[in-house]
C-alpha cells in the first residue's frame, strides 16, 4: 500500500528526516513511535505532500507520488488526521464534514455524509452546530469523520489522543478498532504507546529523523515502554 | 425631517454600492491575508474603461458590465498569478509594496490618459428619476443599488450553500485542515482575487451618478472600503455589508447636516471609535457567543 525508500526531508534547508525506509501493507495497522521531536509530525506530513522531500520515495500502491501536490495525494485516497484539533470552527459540523468529501463527485458527498452520519449518532445531532463549541472530544470525533468522508484507503492518524478525557480516549479507540475491521490501513502516530500498541500490528520507533527500530512484538513494546519513562522523566 | 429621510435613502444606495465594493476586499483578506492596496485603483480602471468604451463606441454603459466584468475577473487572475502567488510566502509588506505600487502606477496612467478633469458615465436611466416619499432619486442610481443588492445576495447565498463557499470558509478558517481535505489553497486564493476584481467590473460601469471620475479617486476608494474591511470586521460578509451601509449613511447624513465637509470624516471617526472600542468590528457583535 505505502512504501517509503530512504526518504529525507525538511523545513527549508533544516533537515529533519534522514534515509526513513518503512512499508505499509494493504489492512494493516502500522505504529509509529517517538518521543517529542522525533520527525513523526514530519513523516505525516511528507507522506502527505506538506513538507518537500529532499532524497529518497514515496510509493503509494506502487506508483511514484514524491512530489506530488497535495491534493493529488488526497485524490489518490490518503486521508490525513494532523496534530491539534484542526476544526474549521466558525462552519457547522455538517459543512466541516462535506469539505472532508472533496475529493468525491458532487452527488456522491451527501451519500456520504448520511453513511458517516449513520456510524457517527452523535454528530448527526451536532450537525447544525458550530464546529469550534463543540467539546474536545467531539471535535476529534468529528475530525476522524471528516477524514473518513473522503472514503481513504490510507488514514495518517497524527496523535489523535492527545488532550482526551480518559472516556474519550476509549471511545477513539473503538473507531479507531472499527476501522480496523473494515480493513482501512492506518497508520498512526501516537506518543500514547499503549494506545497504537493496542491497535496495531506492528510499529516504528522514529529517533531524531531516523527508524531506530521495526518490530512487532516484545522489542517493540519494551522499546515503547523505554520511550514512555523517556517522556515522563 | 424629508431632508434627513432622502439622505438616508442615499446613504443607504451609496452604502450598499460601497459594501459590494469592499465585498471582494473582504474575499480576498479572508482567503490570502492580504489586504488589496489596489482596489480602489482597479475600480478607477473599471469605470475608466467604461467611459473610454461609451466615449468610443457610444453604447449605453447600462451594458457594460457584460464586458468589464469578465474582463476584470481575467485582469485579477493575472494579478493573482503573475504577481501575488509568486511573493505569497514572503514577507508580508511584500504584498503591500507590490499592491501599492500598482495602485500608483494605475491612477498616474489614468492621469496621463484622461486628465485631471471630472468625468461622469451617464446611461439611459440617469435623466429619469423615481420620487419616493416626495423626493426624487435617479433611476440609474436605483439600477445600480438593484445591481450590488443582487450580487451581495447572490454572494452570500454561494458563501454559505455551494461547495465553493464551503472550501473557501475552509481556507479561510484553518488552511492546514482545508489543504488535507484536499482543498488546493492556490486555486481558492485565485478565484477569490478574480471573483473579488470582477465585482469592481460587474458595478463599475453603473455608478455615473454615484461616484465622480477623478484619476485620485483611486487611492482615496482603496481607504474607504478598508474603513469599511475594518469596521466590518475583516472576517464576514455580513459584516462588510452592514459596515459598507452604515459608513454610507453617516457620510451622506453628515455631509447634509454637518457645516462644509467635515461629514466625509465622519467614518475615519467611526473608524478610530471601532478600533477603540470594538476591535472585533461589526462580525464580532454579530457572532452569537458560543
Ligand atoms: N514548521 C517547522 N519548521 C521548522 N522546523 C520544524 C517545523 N516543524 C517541526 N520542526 C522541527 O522538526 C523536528 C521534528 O518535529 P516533528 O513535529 O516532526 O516531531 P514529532 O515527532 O511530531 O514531535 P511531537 O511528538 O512533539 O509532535 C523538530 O526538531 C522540530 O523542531
Ligand atoms: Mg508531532
Not at chain 2, 479572508?30 to 468604451?53: K, Q
Not at chain 2, 501599492?100 to 428619476?129: C, E, K, P, Q, W
Request: charged letters at 15%; glycine letters at 10%; a positive charge.
Amino acid at each position: 500500500m505505502l512504501e517509503l525508500r530512504a526518504l529525507g526531508a525538511g523545513y527549508g534547508k533544516v533537515p529533519v528526516l534522514f534515509d526513513v525506509s518503512l512499508r505499509v501493507e494493504r489492512g494493516e495497522a502500522v505504529a509509529l513511535l517517538g518521543s517529542n521531536n522525533a520527525g513523526k509530525t514530519t513523516l505525516l506530513r511528507a507522506i502527505s505532500g506538506l513538507v518537500r522531500t529532499t532524497s529518497g520515495a514515496i510509493l503509494l500502491d506502487g506508483a511514484d507520488i514524491t512530489g506530488f501536490a497535495y491534493e493529488r495525494i488526497v485524490r489518490l485516497g490518503v486521508a490525513h488526521i494532523p496534530e491539534g484539533r484542526h476544526v474549521f470552527p466558525e462552519m457547522t459540523v455538517e459543512d466541516n464534514l462535506l469539505v472532508g468529501a472533496t475529493r468525491l463527485a458532487g452527488g456522491d458527498r451527501r451519500r456520504r455524509l448520511r453513511e458517516i452520519f449513520e456510524q457517527f449518532p452523535l454528530l448527526e445531532q451536532l450537525r447544525r452546530r458550530a464546529a469550534g463549541s463543540l467539546s474536545g472530544g467531539q471535535q476529534q470525533t468529528m475530525v476522524i469523520a471528516r477524514a473518513l468522508m473522503s472514503r481513504p484507503a490510507l488514514l495518517l492518524a497524527d496523535e489523535p489522543s492527545v488532550g482526551l478525557s480518559p472516556v474519550a480516549i476509549d471511545a477513539l479507540f473503538d473507531v479507531f478498532a472499527a476501522l480496523r475491521r473494515d480493513g482501512t490501513t492506518i497508520v498512526l502516530a501516537e506518543q500514547n504507546a499503549a494506545f497504537s500498541l493496542d491497535l496495531c500490528d506492528r510499529g516504528y520507533v522514529l529517533q531524531r529523523g531516523r527508524i531506530t527500530l521495526a518490530d512487532d512484538g516484545a522489542q517493540l513494546r519494551s522499546a515503547a515502554g523505554a520511550l514512555h519513562e523517556a517522556y515522563l522523566a | 425631517m424629508t431632508l434627513v429621510l432622502s439622505g438616508l435613502v442615499q446613504g443607504i444606495v451609496l452604502g450598499t454600492v460601497l459594501a459590494l465594493l469592499t465585498s471582494g476586499m473582504t474575499l480576498i483578506y479572508r482567503t490570502s491575508r492580504i489586504v488589496n492596496f489596489a482596489h480602489g485603483s482597479l475600480l478607477a480602471l473599471a469605470m475608466y474603461a467604461t467611459y473610454d468604451l461609451h466615449q468610443r463606441f457610444g453604447l449605453d454603459a447600462l451594458w457594460f458590465p457584460l464586458v468589464v466584468a469578465p474582463s476584470m475577473f481575467l485582469l485579477g487572475l493575472a494579478l493573482y498569478w503573475g504577481c501575488i502567488r509568486p511573493i505569497r510566502s514572503a514577507h508580508h509588506l511584500a504584498a503591500i509594496q507590490l499592491l501599492l505600487g500598482l495602485s500608483i502606477a494605475i491612477d498616474a496612467l489614468l492621469l496621463m490618459r484622461y486628465g485631471a478633469d471630472l468625468h461622469t458615465v451617464d446611461n439611459a436611466f440617469s435623466a429619469r428619476f423615481v420620487t419616493v416619499l416626495g423626493t426624487g432619486y435617479s433611476l440609474a442610481n436605483l439600477v445600480a443599488f438593484g445591481v450590488a443588492v443582487t450580487a451581495l445576495t447572490a454572494l452570500a447565498f454561494a458563501l454559505r450553500f455551494t461547495a465553493w463557499g464551503r472550501r473557501l470558509r475552509a481556507v479561510a478558517q484553518d488552511e492546514l485542515a482545508a489543504k488535507l481535505c484536499g482543498v488546493s489553497v492556490l486555486n481558492v486564493e485565485a478565484i477569490t482575487w478574480a471573483l473579488g476584481i470582477a465585482l469592481l467590473g460587474a458595478i463599475a460601469p453603473l455608478l455615473g451618478g454615484i461616484i465622480t471620475l477623478t484619476p485620485d479617486m483611486g487611492l482615496r476608494y482603496t481607504v474607504l472600503a478598508l474603513v469599511i474591511l475594518i469596521v466590518g470586521g475583516t472576517d464576514s460578509l455580513v459584516g462588510t455589508i452592514v459596515a459598507g451601509i452604515l459608513i454610507g449613511v453617516v457620510q451622506t447624513l453628515g455631509l447634509l447636516l454637518l457645516p462644509g465637509s467635515y461629514g466625509s470624516l465622519l467614518p475615519y471617526v467611526l473608524l478610530v471609535v471601532v478600533l477603540v472600542f470594538r476591535p472585533g468590528g461589526v462580525s464580532a457583535l454579530l457572532r452569537r457567543p458560543a
